[in-house]
């Protein structure tokens, strides 16, 4: 499974960001997908997920009402509103390889991550 992560950028605290991540090969088709960040100094820490279906989706507590997990077959969407700089990270796709998890350890297959970076 491949995973292609691309939309990052910089943006002022308050506004909007939108990530997508294109998974192929292998059974991406059946594979969950994950969304993860990394802030300097920080562990990697788990952002949202969906399911192969696209059916379902789960949130970290930290961006629960201001983040939006969304499927498109190959594709998956993060949209990002009401960014603080505290959302500044690189922000990883990941994919299970099957289950719908939210473990970081659990997810087999990542992608090269985008910057995102929110300025005050």
């Known amino acids: 499974v491949q995973l292609q992560a691309s939309g990052g950028g910089l943006v002022q605290a308050g506004g909007s960001l939108g990530l997508t991540c294109v998974v192929s090969?292998?059974?991406?088709?059946?594979?969950?997908v994950g969304w993860f960040r990394q802030a300097p100094g920080k562990e990697r820490e788990f952002i949202a997920a969906?399911?192969?279906?696209?059916?379902s989706t789960r949130y970290a507590d930290s961006v629960k009402g201001r983040v939006t997990i969304s499927r498109s077959n190959a594709v998956v969407s993060l949209q990002m509103n009401g960014l603080r700089p505290e959302d500044t990270a690189i922000y990883y796709c990941a994919a299970s390889g099957g289950p719908f998890v939210t473990s970081r350890t659990q997810h087999d297959y990542w992608g090269q991550g985008t910057q995102v970076t929110v300025s005050s």
């Open positions: 090969g292998g059974s991406s088709s059946r594979s969950a």
């Open positions: 969906v399911s192969a279906s696209g059916g």
